[in-house]
Structure formats: C-alpha cells, structure tokens
C-alpha cells in the first residue's frame, strides 16, 4: 500500500513538473499527458518569469531527490567554484553517491539508490558509506558489500534489468554491472548528465 501511495505520489510531481521522476511515472503520463487536477486539461495562462525559474529549480531538485537546504547548499558551493555556475551545480549533484549508484544500474529509482546507501549495502574504495550525499571523487571505485551481493534486487540489478527504463551509462562511469562495481573514471561534463534541465534558469532563481 505504501508503495501504491508513493507511486501515486511521484506520478502527480511528475505531471506537475512536466518530467517523468520515475519508470511509472512515466506510464503514468503516458495515460496522462496533462498536469494533475480537475484544471489539469485547461490552457494555463502565461507563466510568470519567476514562475518559470522556479519550476526549473523544482524539476532539477526532484531529479536528484534532495530536500531544498541541500539543493541550496549545492548552489552556493557552485557559485564558490571556478567555472560556469550552472554547469558546478550539475556536477556537483552527479557525483552524490545515490545519483552514481543510479547511474550505474544498480537501483532503478533514485529513491531505491538512496535506500541502498542509508542500508549499508553500498561501499566506496572498501569502506561502507551511508549518506546518500557523499560526494564521490575521480578514480574512487563504488560497490556492493560482498555480503548484499547475494540479495534478490541486487542480483536483479547485475542481470541488467534496470537497463530498459534507465539512459545509458554515462561515459564518466566505468560499470562492470555483473560484479556490481562502478568506478568514476572522470568528472562528469554537462552534457553527458542525464537530466532535464535548462540549469541557467536555476542560477537565476537563486541569483534574484
């Protein structure tokens, strides 16, 4: 029943956002290809030019499934580092531990990512870690634990099955799927992170 209400969940947020946020979600919008509600199917007018900002901002930080301290955390360190803002962020939030465990294929949701991790099923160049935020580095290898490799949806994940309704594996990761092993071989280039996002809008909405 949980499960139901969660999907339910995820299904409205998505069709709000306009994003499918999950593999049913995305049946869902399928059926449904409108927003939520019994004004779901009426033109909306004009958006306002923060009503978008904030949209965006909303869409990305659903994406990654973090709370908005932390999205506004991420922001900040971005607007700190060297480079384009926007493109900081992205990387910032792709090297989480939960975003490259989902990457990877070993979960088929961001939510079962992060499960993953908060269990202790998930270890980092030989030691557990359990905070889904951890921020990944180049080289760093990501793996099960020997002792969760044998559990039913692991092996699942190593069979591959997550691979119809997830992107390809990004060329930043080296994924050796069946031995549930992922390695961040580099930093991840905005255009190889597969989110939907317009991350300049982003900036803006925190910039105001």
């Known amino acids: ?16 956002l306009g994003i499918a946020l999950t593999p049913k979600a995305a049946k869902y919008m399928e059926r449904r ?8 199917r009426a033109r909306k007018k004009q958006d306002s030019d923060y009503a978008v900002r904030l ?28 480079g384009l803002t926007g493109e900081n962020l992205i990387e910032l939030l792709e090297t989480r531990l939960d975003a490259l465990v989902l990457r990877a294929g ?6 079962q990512a992060r499960q993953l991790v ?7 160049d030989g030691v557990r870690v359990d905070r889904p935020s951890f921020r990944v580095g180049e080289g760093q290898l990501i793996h099960v634990h020997s002792r969760s490799e044998t559990m039913v949806p692991l092996q699942v994940a190593a069979a591959g099955a997550h691979r119809d309704v997830l992107p390809a594996v990004p060329a930043y990761l080296d994924v050796k799927l069946e031995a549930l092993q992922a390695r961040l071989v580099r930093r991840p280039k905005r255009s190889e992170v597969p989110v939907t996002c317009e991350e300049q809008l982003v900036v803006e909405f925190y910039a105001r």
Do not use: C, D, W
């Not at 029943?1 to 709000?16: D, G, I, K, Y």
């Not at 070993?106 to 939510?111: C, G, K, M, V």
């Open 1 to 16: 029943m949980a499960n139901n209400t969660r999907a339910r969940r995820q299904a409205r947020l998505s069709r709000s």
């Open 33 to 40: 290809p409108y927003g939520p509600g019994e004004h779901g």
């Open 55 to 82: 949209r965006e901002k909303q869409r990305l930080r659903a994406q990654y499934g973090i709370r908005e301290a932390q999205m506004t955390r991420a922001f900040e360190e971005a607007r700190r580092t060297k």
């Open 106 to 111: 070993f979960a088929r949701t961001i939510a």
């Open 118 to 124: 908060v269990h202790r099923h998930i270890m980092v």
